[in-house]
């Protein structure tokens, strides 16, 4: 069986037999709808980490390999699926979100029931069903994510599937979506020739950080900050390659704070080579600010 690769939320990377993948109703349904049947593309899981992924796939590996063809599942599997999910709370939660996301319904259920004995109630209490957004009398909706519609392509021809709003945090992705000639397209096709896979990476993590951490205002919060920090904490190797990826991308927030974070290494001794960039990216947003004001312009009466 062909062999799939799967990108958890910490940049580790999976490569799993296509039918191990499938005991998530979530990847099923991306393999079929993107006919993805091999591990040149990589499959971002943004909401899972690799800890709780590895959990995920040793629970389809485990029910791959022992099929029970009967209701009532035998006793060393019983057995099993007990020692598996003897986790501490905090875990388990985490599983039952994760489970939750990726729709792997036999592992929600046995994680749900496990929860119900842990706390010693026949219904779990609302506030912790919220907290791990599930409902008791359906899974039609616990898919928490709409499905990929944009496909990125690395210099080195590694594909990345994103959602829509995770692939228009890049302003190429929203020139692109936008095009009269993509419009009815149910995926958008981007290629990065100058962007490896590892910078592409490092670029749809924080596309997928900001869409699930948006705030209102001016100022970032100081949770946001300290993950930009953290996220920024890379060699200066790295810094300038994924400043040109982010400019390359037209992912503005990236460019800037990436940009701001080298000055800031070098003591203000940014090279010419980022200055360069950065002169050119505020004449291009100065020329489309001016652009857009002319069309907001109502056209005169004569």
């Not at 019983?78 to 501490?88: G, H, R, T, V």
């Not at 993590?205 to 869409?211: R, S």
């Amino acid at each position: 069986m062909p062999d799939i690769r799967l990108e958890s939320s910490d940049n580790e990377t999976f490569i799993v037999d296509i039918q191990v993948a499938k005991c998530s109703d979530t990847i099923k349904t991306v393999l079929k709808d993107h006919e993805i049947d091999d591990c040149k593309t990589s499959i971002p899981l943004p909401n899972v980490n690799s800890a709780i992924l590895r959990k995920i796939l040793e629970w389809a590996c485990y029910h791959k390999e022992h099929v029970s063809t009967d209701k009532q599942k035998p006793a060393d599997m019983l057995a099993w699926e007990a020692d598996f999910l003897n986790i501490c709370q905090v875990d388990l939660f985490e599983l039952i979100s994760a489970a939750s996301y990726l729709n792997v319904g036999d592992l929600l259920d046995a994680a749900y029931e496990k929860v119900k004995k842990m706390l010693g109630v026949d219904k779990i209490p609302k506030e912790i069903r919220e907290m791990l957004r599930i409902r008791e009398d359906s899974y039609e909706e616990l898919r928490l994510e709409k499905m990929p519609y944009f496909h990125f392509e690395s210099s080195d021809n590694e594909i990345f599937i994103v959602d829509k709003q995770v692939g228009k945090h890049a302003g190429i992705g929203v020139t692109m979506w936008e095009c009269e000639w993509m419009k009815g397209l149910e995926n958008v096709d981007v290629l990065a020739p100058n962007v490896n896979s590892a910078i592409l990476r490092k670029i749809l993590q924080w596309a997928c950080y900001h869409k699930e951490h948006a705030y209102e205002g001016f100022e970032e919060p100081a949770d946001m900050l300290a993950w930009e920090a953290d996220f920024l904490n890379i060699c200066q190797v790295d810094l300038f390659e994924l400043i040109s990826g982010a400019n390359a991308l037209n992912v503005g927030d990236l460019f800037y704070a990436a940009c701001e974070k080298m000055d800031k290494m070098l003591g203000g001794k940014m090279p010419e080579e980022i200055r360069e960039m950065l002169r050119i990216r505020e004449e291009q947003e100065a020329a489309e600010a001016e652009w857009l004001e002319e069309i907001s312009q109502p056209e005169p009466i004569w």
